[in-house]
């Protein structure tokens, strides 16, 4: 009788331990627990020290003060005494030896309380000097343990985006601040990777996409030369084109929208004013075969960016006011300023009403008012998102408002 052969076994799960293995006595590891535990006991201990020994030297100095004989004594006769003191007051002369007594004992007791307030002060005093002296090196003691968290602050704010190639690359001894900059180099290391593939993925594609819609347009374009051609294949190949244009449209914006993710890293003086005339002129045109008025006055507003993307965010906005505007006496207004340390871009248009709930909506690709992924002869549905992902790119924003009475208000803010 053949018997049934066992399932196979589940292999092991893999497992990643970024951790570094232990010794044989990890008690004995330079933690900052560890470090922090010995410094602040230490001070505390050193502190304690001196404290102590200062308030010994004053309070012997306060014995020797409180035990001082205050008087002199001249001669003695019979029951009768003659002294001289210059700190008591009630001792001098010939006195009684009970009044005598009597007079010692209220001295002496009104000048161990002198000696007691002053040894009281002094140790305040002490404690004082010493609480400062303990709290300023204190303060220094842990800015110097904590430093490579800055070191780790600072390289993630320069990293943040830009450039990718900075590591902290952090010595000292293996704590927990080591082990966190560790960790953050190799999340560094992985993070390059990824986006140097991403990178080289947008060139590969951008090769592959680009090169056959081009030759389908060569293709198109020398059929559509042919004045023998039928009437219809020259319709059909201007559909055609038109849907290659389209195509072509579609991947320039997606290839765009995948470069202006990243922060820029090569900056330049970019004048605000000079980029949207030059997007207004390309506009110009459309503009006035459908009858909408472009106007605004462009102050100058320098910025540190990408002339070519943020032309691109001028183009994309006026493009858009211009084709989702009113039938008849619609305008456009683009104006620039700089203010409070910013540039700001400013484009109105009239158009059709844009509830408020639907303005965030706008900017997600592929997106129009109250559709989504539909055919248009005014895009392909990427202006907006572009448009956001190079204003974030340049360290700034853009924001849409709805207008009264329909149309929109993007205000795009970019850092000086």
Not at 378 to 393: N, Q, Y
Request: proline residues 7%; hydrophobic residues 40%; charged residues 20%.
């Amino acid at each position: 009788m053949a018997t049934t052969p066992a399932p196979p076994t589940a292999p092991p799960k893999p497992t990643w331990d970024p951790g570094q293995p232990e010794g044989p006595f990890p008690w004995l590891r330079p933690t900052i627990r560890i470090r922090l535990t010995l410094l602040y006991g230490g001070m505390f201990l050193i502190a304690g020290i001196l404290l102590l020994s200062i308030i010994y030297l004053l309070a012997a100095q306060a014995l020797r003060q409180g035990n001082a004989l205050p008087f002199q004594i001249v001669s003695v006769s019979g029951q009768k005494i003659v002294v001289s003191s210059p700190t008591c007051p009630g001792v001098g002369g010939e006195q009684p030896l009970e009044q005598f007594y009597a007079a010692i004992q209220s001295c002496m007791l009104e000048q161990r309380r002198h000696a007691l307030d002053d040894l009281l002060s002094r140790s305040l005093m002490a404690l004082l000097g010493l609480s400062i002296i303990a709290f300023a090196f204190g303060y220094a003691m842990a800015g110097r343990v904590l430093s490579p968290l800055g070191k780790i602050t600072r390289t993630a704010r320069r990293v943040v985006g830009s450039d990718l190639t900075r590591r902290i690359e952090l010595d000292g001894p293996d704590d927990e601040l080591k082990e966190l900059a560790d960790t953050f180099d190799e999340m560094l290391d992985r993070l390059e990777r990824a986006f140097t593939a991403q990178q080289r993925f947008v060139a590969n594609a951008s090769h592959e996409l680009r090169t056959p819609l081009a030759i389908n347009r060569t293709l198109l374009e020398v059929h559509l030369s042919d004045p023998g051609a039928p009437v219809e294949l020259q319709q059909l190949g201007k559909t055609l084109l038109a849907t290659n244009e389209r195509s072509e449209q579609l991947v320039e914006g997606l290839l765009l929208l995948a470069r202006s993710e990243n922060q820029i890293v090569e900056r330049k003086p970019v004048d605000l004013a000079e980029v949207a005339s030059r997007a207004v002129d390309q506009v110009r045109g459309e503009a006035e075969a459908k009858g909408v008025e472009i106007r605004g006055e462009r102050g100058p507003a320098v910025v540190q960016g990408n002339g070519v993307l943020l032309e691109r965010i001028a183009l994309n906005l006026v493009q858009n006011a211009v084709r989702y505007n009113v039938p008849e006496g619609g305008w456009v207004e683009v104006t620039t300023e700089a203010q409070h340390g910013q540039a700001v871009l400013l484009v109105s248009n009239t158009g059709p009403v844009v509830p408020a709930y639907e303005v965030d909506n706008l900017f997600e690709p592929f997106r129009r008012l109250r559709t989504e992924r539909t055919g248009s002869d005014k895009g392909v549905g990427l202006g907006l998102s572009i448009a956001r992902s190079v204003a974030r790119a340049h360290g700034g924003r853009i924001q849409a408002t709805p207008r009264e009475g329909g149309g929109l208000v993007m205000r795009v803010t970019l850092p000086c």
